[in-house]
């Protein structure tokens, strides 16, 4: 590959689905983007490819949750099942942590499709051609791939048709096929390699195939592809379900062992009486039943032995902050705003 040509790329259908599926593909998407707007490459789109992800686009994400939803389930089980007591708890645990960020996966995925969509608009479509529609009639007739599977293939004949009429045309460009369709397009033996029946094209030396869009965005870019991958890597992800639980509870606790001491104090002073069961006035709020008591003194001592040195006393301040993250977490779970029973 001459480094001081210019490149072509034209990325098959299936590779534009298969990177609009998976959230880690968002450094690639954005580096060609990149490349894209500063004219570093530039691309050929037949006008079925653009259809075709458009049909599809709102296909990706329902399918994604789903299947990302379904492996859970499937794999919890499996947990389930067998014996696995060492981290079975640990390993359901993950699993009901990610099950709860579905939502967000699929709004990451959504963005993902519309970031890729963008892209597609930007480029010129080409409209296939009477020659293209030729060619392919005749890899059907004497079945040449992508024919050679016995299925009808003429959209991929048509697309890799209209990437031949183009790369043919001068010798200044790198022209790139890039595929995951390595049934129609690769060899029987090995799917790196095109099948033989595109030897006349591919053997030319400025003429490529390829399976891997990544390897080629390296070897057009590996500067750009490693700072946009730096970029993203730095992205904070949400945080999960038993995080925010766990948070919760430990915000629950402190709240709760601030009131009892308040209470404690009111006791002691005698604003509030510890009455048995048969003296307890139901309308009289200045009371509490020994038996609840006992048993606020014994949960009290309890989380004094959780949480050392993390109970207070509290400033204004911070008590409002507490307040203000447990009111804010529990709505993330459902709750109505100021939701701050203890």
């Known amino acids: 590959m001459q480094s001081n040509m210019k490149d072509v790329l034209l990325i098959d259908?299936?590779?534009?689905?298969?990177?609009?599926?998976?959230?880690?593909?968002?450094?690639?998407?954005?580096t060609l983007k990149n490349l894209i707007e500063s004219k570093s490459i530039m691309m050929l789109l037949p006008n079925i490819i653009k259809e075709e992800f458009l049909r599809n686009k709102s296909k990706i994400i329902e399918n994604s949750k789903k299947k990302i939803s379904r492996e859970i389930k499937n794999v919890k089980e499996i947990v389930n099942q067998y014996e696995l007591s060492d981290n079975k708890s640990?390993?359901?645990?993950?699993?009901?942590?990610?099950?709860?960020?579905?939502?967000?996966?699929s709004d990451l995925i959504s963005e993902q499709v519309e970031l890729i969509w963008e892209i597609i608009e930007s480029i010129d479509e080409l409209e296939i051609n009477d020659?293209?529609?030729?060619?392919?009639?005749?890899?059907?007739?004497?079945?040449?791939?992508?024919?050679?599977n016995k299925k009808e293939s003429m959209a991929d004949s048509l697309i890799i048709e209209l990437f031949f009429r183009n790369a043919e045309l001068d010798d200044e460009y790198n022209y790139h096929f890039i595929t995951h369709n390595t049934n129609d397009f690769s060899s029987n033996t090995d799917k790196r390699i095109y099948h033989s029946?595109?030897?006349?094209?591919?053997?030319?030396?400025?003429?490529?195939?390829?399976?891997?869009?990544?390897?080629?965005?390296?070897?057009?870019s590996p500067d750009m592809l490693d700072d946009i991958t730096f970029e993203y890597e730095g992205d904070e992800e949400s945080r999960g379900f038993n995080e925010i639980i766990d948070n919760v509870n430990i915000l629950t606790d402190k709240i709760w062992y601030d009131r009892h001491s308040v209470r404690a104090n009111l006791i002691s002073e005698g604003k509030i009486k510890v009455v048995t069961k048969d003296n307890y006035d139901v309308m009289n709020h200045n009371q509490i039943v020994k038996y609840i008591w006992d048993g606020a003194l014994k949960s009290a001592k309890h989380k004094e032995e959780i949480y050392p040195d993390e109970l207070g006393p509290w400033s204004s301040f911070e008590w409002g902050m507490m307040n203000g993250k447990?009111?804010?977490?529990r709505w993330i779970l459902g709750e109505d705003w100021d939701m701050l029973d203890t």
């Open 13 to 30: 259908t299936c590779i534009w689905l298969d990177l609009a599926k998976d959230t880690s593909n968002k450094a690639i998407i954005m």
């Open 90 to 105: 640990t390993i359901l645990s993950s699993l009901t942590d990610i099950n709860h960020k579905l939502p967000m996966l």
């Open 326 to 329: 447990l009111s804010a977490l």
């Open 131 to 148: 020659s293209d529609k030729i060619k392919s009639s005749d890899r059907a007739l004497y079945k040449k791939a992508p024919f050679h």
């Open 197 to 220: 029946d595109f030897e006349n094209y591919f053997s030319i030396e400025n003429i490529n195939y390829s399976t891997d869009l990544l390897s080629v965005i390296k070897s057009i």
